[in-house]
């Protein structure tokens, strides 16, 4: 089955800097890669997401990066603000699964 | 739009008692119904998926179990809590049509045995 490896697992950036966080998967089939982000007490929001046939999709301070040769994508904040303080998901699905495979989390710490 | 609703938000129960948590989808259709556990720690555990009224299946053996009476509607259940049952439990739907595997999260209960 597929497995979902994320780094790193803590990530401390200062306020206005950019954060990335790294995922690698192991099914070539994968093809679809959302990016949640989880504050602390609450459900994981989808915050972005990413389909096999594109390398790059932004949306106001972040991105996601897919590069499917080397099965790796990334998630890329942009003059991090501290409400961007939370444990971010990567997860990887084939488009006619029903199930995501979840990286492992990274909490991300913006100090201001 | 589309909503998903979680309760009781929190929860104390004893060992050895009944758990029931409940999940209501509004805004779709047959939508794919998950329960995930999240333990101490940040990972995900996919306990149980459902496609359908009365489909139901099972990614870890435990002693909880699933239903689902209707179409939008999600139940975790336990005759007997373990204390190892303590954790965050978050229900997701997923199906959106013409969708690639979304999934959207409900608000999570926390439930602690005692």
């Known amino acids: 089955g597929e497995n979902v490896e994320q780094h790193p697992s803590t990530l401390s950036v200062q306020e206005g800097d950019s954060a990335v966080i790294k995922c690698t998967y192991s099914d070539s089939a994968s093809n679809y890669f959302p990016w949640y982000k989880q504050e602390l007490g609450k459900g994981p929001q989808l915050i972005i997401d990413?389909?096999?046939?594109?390398g790059e999709k932004k949306d106001q301070r972040i991105a996601v990066t897919l590069n499917k040769t080397a099965k790796h994508f990334s998630l890329h904040i942009t003059e991090t603000q501290p409400e961007d303080s939370a444990v971010y998901f990567c997860a990887a699905s084939k488009g006619s699964a029903r199930q995501l495979t979840f990286g492992s989390g990274t909490q991300l710490t913006v100090l201001p | 739009s589309q909503t998903i609703h979680q309760w009781p938000a929190t929860l104390v129960q004893p060992v050895g008692s009944p758990l029931s948590l409940e999940c209501t989808v509004e805004?779709?259709?047959?939508?794919?119904l998950y329960w995930y556990r999240q333990a101490a720690g940040r990972g995900l555990q996919l306990l149980f998926y459902s496609v359908g009224i009365g489909q139901i299946s099972s990614e870890v053996p435990q002693n909880l179990s699933a239903s689902r009476p209707q179409d939008r509607q999600f139940i975790l259940s336990s005759k007997k809590l373990l204390l190892s049952d303590s954790g965050f439990y978050l229900c997701a739907w997923g199906g959106l049509a013409g969708g690639g595997g979304e999934q959207f999260f409900g608000p999570g209960t926390r439930l602690t045995v005692l």
């Open positions: 990413i389909r096999s046939n594109v």
């Open positions: 805004g779709t259709s047959n939508p794919n």
